[in-house]
């Protein structure tokens, strides 16, 4: 079976981290919108009166299933791809820090947007400013601390252990999407979370996500995504 | 067994759909915060330097489980106690839909606070405007939309079809939430979501339910949970 992933095509965004797992997993998958009138046959898809039509993309179609919401679509691959934990309890430490991550990725998102996602960064940049202080002061440090004591206390290696799960890859996503939007801030802030600096550079080594990276799978980051580079807001 | 719900004692917030879910189950449940000492025992379980520390309130200790993150509770609670459907793919379409209403809440909370989670609304009031005037001129149509059509087009009872799930015990918190605090804006906006109010009568008849609200489980609505009624942002 050939997974097809619908996401815009014209960014990482939140389709990433599932582009990600589906990467280091080696799975056969079509990244629909971003061939031949894929944007159209995702929206046509997402307009569905019946069934179970997604809220947004991204979406994954896996046979019969469609599968919406970036968390739960790493739930299901994690667990047919040996990118979980595999008891129940697992599953669900597992599927709860990726759940900590998607909040953290609003946050992210709403650095550049804090007066809603319908209005262009250009009207709100100066609450754009005051939102990213804050992100930066209190957020990062909440967030980033808490995944660096939980590597820290599981042996350095990834988050949950020795072997990596979909989170490991999320978090990888993380450092690279904050290093591009906040060069300066976060190379000031690097120096006190050793350990993700380190799980970064294990997830970038894997064979197949080094090869993903270096292909044209992978879009580059730019300024329609959730991380984006603006100069006023970097320091 | 009894549950036990680890939450913010004084307000509703995220850790209502948990209550909700809990009191429409029957199930038995101890609100630890709520008791002699329990903010201090929820922190100090948030403090854990191994094993698998919630990142933040609300958890559910179900015997040697420690459970974190609101919609994976409920993906628990909902396989055990009928909350949800029962195949694979409707288990993760209830738990699609419920991520979609977690997206929500965030937006709603950023109505009051559009600069970030850790300063006073009092020092956003006038952002706080904006973001509203944009999550009510774009965002709630469209989630509140969205909901509206899967409910018509499952023949007009619950979400899912004939019987409730968590899904449509968060959806009543949403109606009766938005009542509370934009009490004008959701007169008006009401009249072209029958089918959610609808719901939203049914899920308040459930005996359970009922009995809940009626009861001093329930916290009354504040100023300090998500839904806030700020005259000014009311119109």
């Known amino acids: 079976m050939k997974y097809e992933l619908y996401y815009w095509p014209e960014i990482q965004g939140r389709g990433e981290y599932v ?3 589906l990467e280091e997993a080696g799975a056969a998958y079509v ?22 039509p997604p809220f947004a993309p ?17 739930l299901y691959l994690g667990a047919r791809h040996g990118l979980a934990l595999k008891t129940e309890a697992g599953r669900l430490w597992v599927h709860q820090l990726q759940l900590t991550i998607t909040d953290f ?17 250009e009207d709100q940049k100066a609450p754009a400013k005051k939102r990213t202080d804050e992100f930066w002061g209190e957020r990062v440090p909440k967030y980033l601390g808490y995944f660096e ?13 020795r072997r990596p799960t979909y989170v490991d890859l ?10 591009y939007a906040f060069p300066k801030r976060m190379k000031t ?3 006190g979370v050793p350990g993700l600096v380190g799980l970064h550079e294990r997830v970038a ?25 603006y100069r006023e807001l970097d320091r």
Not at 107 to 118: Q, Y
Not at 207 to 215: H, Q
């Open 19 to 21: 582009r990600l797992a």
């Open 31 to 52: 990244d629909v919108a971003r061939g031949p009138r894929g944007v159209a046959t995702m929206m046509k898809m997402m307009d569905v009166q019946k069934g179970t």
């Open 58 to 74: 991204p979406f994954l179609k896996a046979g019969k299933l469609v599968i919406g919401q970036t968390a739960n679509i790493l």
């Open 105 to 121: 990725v609003v946050e992210i998102h709403d650095t550049h947007h804090p007066l809603g996602p319908s209005l262009y960064y």
């Open 149 to 161: 004591q939980l590597l820290a206390a599981n042996g350095g290696a990834y988050v949950t252990g």
């Open 170 to 179: 999320s978090l990888f996503q993380i450092v690279e999407g904050l290093r």
């Open 189 to 191: 802030f690097e120096k």
């Open 205 to 229: 080594a894997r064979p197949n996500i080094k090869a993903y990276l270096a292909s044209e799978r992978r879009i580059p980051f730019n300024e329609q995504g959730i991380f984006r580079r």
